[in-house]
């Protein structure tokens, strides 16, 4: 069991709120999924020849060298921004470069996102710890998602924690299980996707990875997935614009979608949604199996 | 009347005095979603939920009337004895689901599994309802005024079950059979007692072939 949250804001004077809007819609899904929380949270994009990625490290870092080791390497300017043990570094350099500096330079780094506006932040523990640790009241944002995760299928780290990236701007986050997780693996293995741990979701994430690259659109992936991926799953996907939700066709896994003139929201249970304002005039329904949902602007 | 808001008391308080000393009458403020409100009453009560609840609302009901105003999550009136669950939203799903008695009204639409394994409810959706609709149903009567989805009645037993609008692919053993006049008119009670206004005659029946009653030794070299 796990709890996935997303919120997307139609009224943008709502946004100074979205942290303190998802950390009430997380902190609810306490009971389905105490061992781990996670959020992919969308604001401030960067301009075209400009990345913002977010980096993890369970240890000590020096942020401050890395920052001018990068900016002195790639001849960029380099903000870096440190939320608990992560941080949010935006370059004035190419995506691809940066990240391969980042491989080369500091392997010891884990790349939690990538692209212009997404930032993901997750750890282990639960949800109000979590909440506290990253300040969650004071971010602002468009859009985020949220994750609790109850660990059925592999280790309980913040490796193994949700959100996924699924490439630039891209993020996912499941409720569920996936039964051919370990062939499919290899066969993304295969194509050249970067899978770092025996998470079933972060499969799931690397097929999105995958397909994408192949020219898919996020609809035409999803549609794929449908036929691919066996298992149970609730996914809510994260873009640069808003977010995407799909069930299997058993559909077991529960799932509400809700909408009112200033927001759009997507949860596990109601009782997540019911902490938004508003909520009780919100025109609600349940996302029907093997159907790709998606909002954006 | 008793009124109840959830918002500063808890559920197990509710419920416990809802099991130990029934009001006539509860109204239930500020459900938020919260699971198992009004769970196991067995009084003759009428119970009102102002909102949307969350998981097993009014589980294991016996004799009382519960009615919620907004939408149920799953489980809903799971196991219902006897007495009436009316929801005047949607429901999610498996609702009703191994009811052995009582009503459940669904004003709205049911999602998947609605009335999964009941013994003896009857259900009345003004709505849709989702895929595998009164899968295993033993007995009781499914009734649904809008369309119901894929593999309705699967593995059914003997339950009624009555479709006014589109049926999606019937579930394994699970046919369309004659709607008698007598039919008519048992369904016609049923509706009129749930009130729900509907003309029983336009509906269809649908009920178990009985093939997986028995096991067919033609059939033996399949397995």
């Given at each position: 069991?796990?709890?996935?949250v997303?919120?997307?804001?139609?009224?943008?004077?709502?946004?100074?709120?979205?942290?303190?809007?998802?950390?009430?819609?997380?902190?609810?899904?306490?009971?389905?999924?105490?061992?781990?929380?996670?959020?992919?949270?969308?604001?401030?994009?960067?301009?075209?020849?400009?990345?913002?990625?977010?980096?993890?490290?369970?240890d000590?870092?020096?942020?401050?060298?890395?920052?001018?080791?990068?900016?002195?390497?790639?001849?960029?300017?380099?903000?870096?921004?440190?939320?608990?043990?992560?941080?949010?570094v935006?370059?004035?350099?190419?995506?691809?470069?940066?990240?391969?500096?980042?491989?080369?330079?500091?392997?010891e780094?884990?790349?939690?996102?990538?692209?212009?506006?997404?930032?993901i932040?997750?750890?282990?523990?639960?949800?109000?710890?979590?909440?506290k640790?990253?300040?969650?009241?004071?971010?602002?944002?468009?859009?985020?998602?949220?994750?609790?995760?109850?660990?059925?299928?592999?280790?309980?780290?913040?490796?193994?924690?949700?959100?996924?990236?699924?490439?630039?701007?891209?993020?996912?986050v499941?409720?569920?299980?996936?039964?051919?997780?370990?062939?499919?693996?290899?066969?993304?293995?295969?194509?050249?996707?970067?899978?770092?741990?025996d998470?079933?979701?972060?499969?799931?994430a690397?097929?999105l990875?995958?397909?994408?690259?192949?020219g898919?659109t996020?609809?035409?992936?999803?549609?794929?997935?449908?036929?691919d991926?066996?298992?149970?799953?609730?996914?809510?996907?994260?873009?640069?614009?808003?977010?995407?939700?799909?069930?299997?066709?058993?559909?077991?896994?529960?799932?509400?979608?809700?909408?009112?003139?200033?927001?759009?929201a997507?949860?596990?249970?109601?009782?997540?949604?019911?902490?938004?304002?508003?909520?009780?005039?919100?025109?609600?329904?349940?996302?029907?199996?093997?159907?790709?949902?998606?909002w954006?602007? | 009347?008793t009124?109840?808001?959830?918002?500063?008391?808890?559920?197990?308080?509710?419920?416990?005095?809802?099991?130990?000393?029934?009001?006539?009458?509860?109204?239930?403020?500020?459900?938020?979603g919260?699971?198992?409100?009004?769970?196991?009453?067995?009084?003759?009560?009428?119970?009102?939920?102002?909102?949307?609840?969350?998981?097993?609302?009014?589980?294991?009901?016996?004799?009382?009337?519960?009615?919620?105003?907004?939408?149920?999550?799953?489980?809903?009136?799971e196991n219902?004895?006897?007495?009436?669950?009316?929801?005047?939203?949607?429901?999610?799903?498996?609702?009703?689901?191994?009811g052995?008695?009582?009503?459940?009204?669904?004003?709205?639409?049911?999602?998947?599994?609605?009335?999964?394994?009941?013994?003896?409810?009857?259900?009345?959706?003004?709505?849709?309802?989702?895929?595998?609709?009164?899968?295993?149903?033993?007995?009781?009567?499914l009734v649904?005024?809008?369309?119901?989805?894929?593999?309705?009645?699967?593995?059914?037993?003997?339950?009624?079950?009555?479709?006014?609008?589109?049926?999606?692919?019937?579930?394994?053993?699970?046919?369309?059979?004659?709607?008698?006049a007598?039919?008519?008119?048992?369904?016609?009670?049923?509706?009129?007692?749930?009130?729900?206004?509907?003309?029983?005659?336009?509906?269809?029946?649908?009920?178990?072939?009985?093939?997986?009653?028995?096991f067919?030794v033609?059939?033996?070299?399949?397995?």
């Amino acid at each position: 069991m796990c709890g996935i949250v997303g919120i997307y804001l139609k009224n943008e004077d709502l946004r100074p709120e979205l942290g303190g809007l998802l950390a009430a819609m997380l902190v609810e899904m306490s009971d389905r999924g105490p061992d781990s929380a996670g959020i992919a949270l969308y604001r401030d994009p960067v301009p075209d020849s400009s990345c913002k990625l977010t980096l993890h490290t369970a240890d000590h870092y020096e942020w401050d060298d890395l920052r001018t080791e990068m900016a002195a390497h790639l001849g960029a300017a380099v903000k870096l921004d440190v939320h608990a043990s992560h941080a949010v570094v935006i370059a004035s350099a190419d995506v691809t470069s940066v990240q391969d500096w980042l491989r080369t330079e500091r392997p010891e780094l884990r790349i939690m996102s990538a692209g212009s506006a997404i930032e993901i932040y997750k750890e282990k523990g639960l949800p109000r710890e979590f909440v506290k640790q990253f300040k969650l009241h004071e971010l602002n944002g468009s859009h985020a998602l949220g994750h609790t995760r109850m660990a059925t299928e592999s280790a309980v780290t913040t490796e193994h924690s949700h959100p996924f990236s699924t490439g630039m701007d891209l993020c996912l986050v499941h409720n569920g299980s996936l039964s051919n997780h370990n062939r499919l693996r290899r066969t993304l293995r295969d194509e050249g996707v970067d899978i770092q741990t025996d998470n079933d979701s972060e499969v799931a994430a690397g097929y999105l990875m995958w397909r994408l690259r192949e020219g898919d659109t996020l609809e035409a992936a999803l549609d794929r997935a449908l036929r691919d991926l066996d298992g149970f799953y609730t996914f809510a996907i994260g873009t640069k614009d808003g977010f995407a939700v799909l069930r299997d066709p058993i559909a077991c896994k529960p799932a509400v979608m809700a909408e009112t003139d200033d927001w759009v929201a997507m949860s596990s249970e109601f009782r997540a949604i019911a902490q938004l304002p508003g909520a009780d005039a919100a025109t609600i329904w349940e996302p029907r199996p093997a159907t790709v949902y998606t909002w954006g602007h | 009347m008793t009124v109840f808001d959830l918002n500063t008391d808890s559920v197990r308080n509710l419920n416990q005095q809802l099991h130990e000393s029934p009001a006539a009458s509860t109204a239930i403020t500020n459900p938020c979603g919260r699971h198992c409100i009004a769970c196991g009453i067995d009084a003759d009560v009428d119970v009102s939920i102002d909102g949307h609840v969350g998981y097993y609302c009014a589980g294991m009901n016996k004799q009382a009337n519960v009615t919620i105003t907004g939408n149920a999550g799953p489980g809903v009136a799971e196991n219902i004895m006897s007495g009436s669950v009316r929801i005047e939203g949607n429901a999610s799903q498996y609702a009703g689901a191994s009811g052995h008695g009582g009503t459940l009204i669904i004003h709205g639409d049911a999602s998947a599994r609605c009335g999964i394994s009941m013994k003896g409810v009857d259900i009345v959706v003004a709505g849709d309802v989702g895929h595998m609709a009164a899968f295993m149903a033993q007995k009781g009567r499914l009734v649904v005024c809008g369309d119901a989805g894929d593999s309705l009645g699967d593995s059914l037993y003997e339950a009624y079950l009555y479709v006014r609008g589109k049926a999606g692919a019937l579930g394994a053993d699970c046919v369309e059979k004659e709607m008698t006049a007598d039919h008519v008119r048992d369904l016609a009670q049923l509706l009129e007692s749930a009130g729900i206004d509907a003309d029983a005659g336009a509906f269809r029946r649908y009920g178990s072939a009985r093939k997986l009653y028995n096991f067919n030794v033609d059939h033996a070299d399949d397995y």
